[in-house]
Each structure stands twice: as C-alpha cells, then as structure tokens.
C-alpha cells in the first residue's frame, strides 16, 4: 500500500497554498468508531449534538466504504453490500465533493481515520492527510501518558495541528 | 486520455433504481446489487448535506475513489443521476446534464411513461448510447 513509502519518521509538511481560512474541522477515529478527535477552526453551523454528529459521520464513512468497495468497476469478485471491511481491503474512496464542502478521508493499515472537511475548491490532501497522521503518531501514539482508544488531550498535538492547518488551507 | 465510462444510473426521487445501463465494467451487477446500490446512494446524498459546515449543501457531486469517480447531478425535482467512470475523467457535468435533457425528452414526454418507474423507452436508450459513444469517441481521438 501508499502508506509505508517514505522512510523519514517526520516528512517535511506539504507546501502551503491556500489563505489560511479553509479549514472547517477534522475528524479522527478510531477501528471501534470511538471519536479520538474533533476540532473545529471556522464555527460550523450546529444542528445536532457533538455525539449524534460523531456517530452520522462514522456511519456516513462506513456505509461510503462499502459502497464503493461493491461499485468498483475494476474487480469481479466482491461481498455483499455492508460487510465490514478490513482497512486496505477493496477499494477504499479518498474524498467526496459537494457544493458547499470538501470531505477528504485516509484510512491507516491500524484502521484510524481522519477526516478533513474544507472549503470545496480545496485540492488534494492525501499529502496532508499522510502528515497529521504522522503528527498523531509522533505526538499522541509515542506519549507514554495516552491511553489508545481514548480521546486524543494532547496539547502539544492540538497546537502543531493547528498550526499546520492554519497554514495548509 | 482515458475517458472510459463504466456505468450509469438514474433514481428517482424516492430513491428508487428507474435506469442502469452498464458499459464494460467488469463490476458488472445484478438486478438485486444495482436496486441496493442505488438506495444506498440515495441515503448517503441526504446524509452529506446534513453533515455540512455551511448552509445550502445541495448533496455529494463527486466522489473520488482508487479506481473510479463518481459524479453525480441532482436535478430540481429530485431525480439523481450518476456515472461511474475512470478516475480524472473529464466533462461529465456537462454529460450529465445533456443525459437529463434526453430524459426530459424521451422519457418525460413520452405520454405512455409513468412516472417515478423504470425506464422502457427505446429512443432512450438509442440517443443515450450515441451520447456516450460520442463522448468515447471525442477524447480517445484527441
């Protein structure tokens, strides 16, 4: 797979190209759908609560992923629609589009997720993706005092994330 | 330049499969599979405009996978159509809108057609294959 190309433990990040005010939020999850994290540059408009929204989304992106795993046009051989698939396993969607917003989604080998939902002319971000998963592993996964499968209360992340993401769209 | 259109579907504003035409893919569904799909299809439209930051989210218009794009266009009363197709695909709003005009025609005018059902009209489908074809024809000859 992509994942495991580059060998550096910190790539450099990805060039900026954006004006620093197209980011809306960023998901991440983890393989039993418990939300590690959920942050928010530019206030959304909030019609449920954090909880149902966690759960619509992780429902949104299971469902997309058996979808396509059942659309793809290039293999034969494939399941019943809304088998569980393992991370990697079929074809997996990268982003989707609509008129007012740009989701894009990675899916790691370990089954965590991460969502980006930006401004709708964003381009792609599967560079960027591959870097806030390296920050989560260099800050989160490597802090002895987190606990995996737990809400993500690091602050030292929280900042690099933002930062970078101030900086990248 | 690959501009290989691999399936179309068109479901109607209950969700409903009314057309799937399949075009060499080797994903080639059932009757059962493409009913399924559609609905599913149908349900996450709704479910991303929910999921919008901003206000006015018209649904998803193109969904970017490892082997195929979606594209997908809404019309105002509801009735949706998607093309599968090969990833970086070119101008398939534009075929999607001409593909909705060819519905409006063959299909809407067509005073033995009922509405919200599948699709059985011949002229349908013989404009809609020289439309594809056409579009086959244009970009591999560029």
Redesign the interface.
């Known amino acids: 797979m992509q994942f495991f190309g580059g060998s550096e433990i910190s790539p450099s990040p990805p060039v900026p190209t954006a004006s620093g005010n197209n980011g809306?939020?960023i998901y991440m999850f983890n393989r039993n759908g418990v939300c590690l994290l959920y942050r928010?540059w530019?206030p959304?408009?909030r019609?449920?609560n954090a909880q149902q929204?966690h759960k619509?989304?992780f429902?949104?992106l299971f469902?997309?992923k058996?979808?396509?795993v059942?659309?793809?046009?290039?293999?034969?051989e494939?399941g019943n629609?809304g088998v569980p698939q393992l991370p990697g396993q079929g074809?997996?969607?990268?982003?989707?589009?609509?008129?007012?917003?740009k989701?894009s989604f990675m899916e790691s080998p370990s089954g965590i997720k991460i969502i980006l939902?930006t401004h709708p002319r964003t381009g792609d971000l599967w560079d960027s993706l591959k870097y806030i998963y390296n920050l989560y592993v260099e800050y989160v996964v490597k802090n002895p005092l987190y606990t995996p499968g737990s809400p993500i209360r690091c602050q030292l992340f929280n900042t690099t994330l933002d930062q970078y993401m101030r900086g990248i769209a | 330049m690959a501009a290989a259109i691999y399936s179309l579907y068109i479901i109607n504003k209950s969700g409903g499969l009314i057309y799937y035409k399949d075009y060499g893919s080797a994903g080639r569904m059932d009757t059962n599979d493409s009913l399924r799909v559609a609905s599913l299809w149908h349900s996450m439209h709704a479910i991303s405009q929910q999921l919008s930051p901003v206000s006015g989210c018209s649904g998803i218009e193109l969904l970017q996978a490892d082997t195929f794009d979606l594209h997908c266009y809404q019309s105002l009363t509801g009735t949706k159509f998607f093309v599968v197709c090969e990833p970086g695909t070119q101008h398939m709003e534009s075929l999607l809108k001409y593909i909705y005009e060819l519905y409006t025609d063959y299909v809407l005018k067509n005073p033995f057609y009922e509405m919200e059902m599948p699709i059985r009209c011949e002229l349908f489908d013989i404009n809609l294959t020289q439309a594809v074809q056409k579009d086959r024809v244009a970009f591999l000859g560029r």
Request: proline share 5%; charged share 15%.
């Open positions: 809306h939020m928010e530019n959304p408009l019609t449920l929204d619509l989304m429902g949104l469902s997309l058996s979808l396509t059942k659309m793809d046009p290039t293999s034969a494939k629609l074809c997996s969607f990268h982003s989707f589009r609509t008129n007012t917003y989701l939902v």
